[in-house]
């Protein structure tokens, strides 16, 4: 009984951090251009600052250099998944489209589970990348809950905001690659203090 019991808080220990993940100071505003809209779209991503520090930081860094600047949402699946982060997607569809990065890759820090608004980092197969080791820039957002993706995947943000906006995005025609054929862009991503009303996660997340 006494080992039960241990093996159950042990347990419970290990969960605790994928239930509670508090959120960091700071906010990432994505303003997101559809093809003939005057007016950019929001959605807004809580940063979870302590369970993933690296990532963020190194997603903060990216902001503030503008590098999502002008790239195309590359990979979407209907009601699901989106994906982003591929500098060579403002060319559109290449060869290339999916690998590309800022350079470097990222440690893993695989604490999150995969609720809904879950914003995780990209990466290669774990054949060629056993360490689990992050794409530098690419991430995806995950439209419904996918606890088959838990464990596999740095979990580092939640969108607070926008969700819907993301899920039109998803629901795109695209070619045979799950490429989006309508242009829609990611206008900017810019760093705001958390305000009240983000401080109340989106249903399902974290």
């Known amino acids: 009984m006494k080992h039960a019991t241990a093996l159950l808080l042990a347990a419970l220990a290990l969960c605790t951090p994928l239930r509670a993940a508090p959120l960091g100071p700071e906010v990432a505003v994505m303003q997101i251009q559809f093809p003939g809209e005057k ?23 990216l902001i503030q250099k503008k590098f999502y600047n002008g790239q195309r949402f590359f990979r979407v699946f209907p009601g699901t998944f989106v994906q982003t982060g591929d500098p060579s997607s403002r060319r559109g ?34 054949k060629i990348n056993p360490a689990r080791n ?48 309508p242009k829609v862009v990611v206008k900017s991503i810019v760093l705001a203090p958390r305000a009240e009303a983000a401080q109340q996660p989106a249903a399902g997340a974290p």
């Open 39 to 61: 007016q950019a779209r929001e959605v807004t991503i809580g940063l979870h600052d302590e369970a993933a520090p690296y990532t963020v930081a190194n997603f903060k860094n």
């Open 93 to 126: 569809q290449t060869e290339r489209t999916g690998t590309g990065g800022p350079g470097w890759t990222l440690p893993a820090e695989i604490r999150l589970k995969h609720g809904k608004g879950a914003v995780a980092m990209a990466r290669l197969p774990d």
């Open 134 to 181: 992050s794409n530098g820039s690419q991430f995806y957002v995950s439209l419904v809950p996918a606890p088959k993706l838990d464990g596999k995947y740095t979990v580092f943000g939640t969108v607070l905001s926008g969700l819907e906006v993301l899920d039109e995005v998803s629901k795109l025609p695209t070619n045979s690659n799950d490429f989006p054929l």
